[in-house]
T-cell receptor, first 115, second 112 residues
Framework: DAKTTQPTSMDCAEGRAANLPCNHS???????VYWYRQIHSQGPQYIIH???NNETNEMASLIITEDRKSSTLILPHATLRDTAVYYC????????????????FGTGTRLTIIP | NAGVTQTPKFQVLKTGQSMTLQCAQD?????MYWYRQDPGMGLRLIYY???????DKGEVPNGYNVSRLNKREFSLRLESAAPSQTSVYFC???????????FGPGTRLTVL
């Protein structure tokens, strides 16, 4: 799986949009970008994933650059409950090969929402 | 749906003791996983089960055994606990191997 680089920490004011960047310059054509978060040592929570098109769900939006070498997770209206460590993970196409079983979590970005 | 549940939430063991961590999912998923997370670190895969009746080693399997009891349940056993196994253990499941994984709340294990 391709390596990802994220800032160690970020702050965001409550009610504002939180934009979390991720660099994945060695991403391959069949690799997806996934985002998970971990709130205060709870189990990681799936947020969103995408291949090359921008994606949006009820939690967040994912913007992937045209060259796919970087992406941004957007939490449109951050709340205090969004304070967490956010992990950007790159992995191969879902179900494409047995052995694609693990998620490789780095150290992530610690996002703090400021009241 | 409860999703993925784990028991116990907390456990303290003495070196050499054994115990089994339980995990169950109600999402009719085929694949299940056990990870450990040490302080300040990312998660590392211990064992996984791609489907009922199969189990395979992950990156840190030494000192652990697993049992896929049925489609819903996947247990992790420590036969002779060591202080190096002090960690938070997470169970996860996914529809199929390689698909999006959903995690349980974790078991915090301390080995003295």
């Amino acid at each position: 799986d391709a390596k990802t680089t994220q800032p160690t920490s970020m702050d965001c004011a409550e009610g504002r949009a939180a934009n979390l960047p991720c660099n994945h310059s060695t991403i391959s054509g069949n690799e997806y970008v996934y985002w998970y978060r971990q709130i205060h040592s709870q189990g990681p929570q799936y947020i969103i994933h995408g291949l090359k098109n921008n994606e949006t769900n009820e939690m967040a939006s994912l913007i992937i650059t045209e060259d796919r070498k970087s992406s941004t997770l957007i939490l449109p209206h951050a709340t205090l409950r969004d304070t967490a460590v956010y992990y950007c993970i790159v992995r191969a196409l879902e179900g494409s090969n047995f052995g694609n079983e693990k998620l490789t979590f780095g150290t992530g970005t610690r996002l703090t929402i400021i009241p | 749906n409860a999703g993925v549940t784990q028991t116990p939430k907390f456990q303290v063991l003495k070196t050499g003791q054994s115990m089994t961590l339980q995990c169950a999912q109600d999402m009719n998923h085929n694949s299940m996983y056990w990870y450990r997370q040490d302080p300040g670190m990312g998660l590392r895969l211990i064992y996984y089960s791609a489907s009922e009746g199969t189990t395979d080693k992950g990156e840190v399997p030494n000192g652990y055994n697993v049992s896929r009891l049925n489609k819903r349940e996947f247990s992790l056993r420590l036969e002779s606990a060591a202080p190096s196994q002090t960690s938070v253990y997470f169970c996860a499941s996914s529809g199929l191997a390689g698909y999006t994984q959903y995690f349980g709340p974790g078991t915090r294990l301390t080995v003295l």
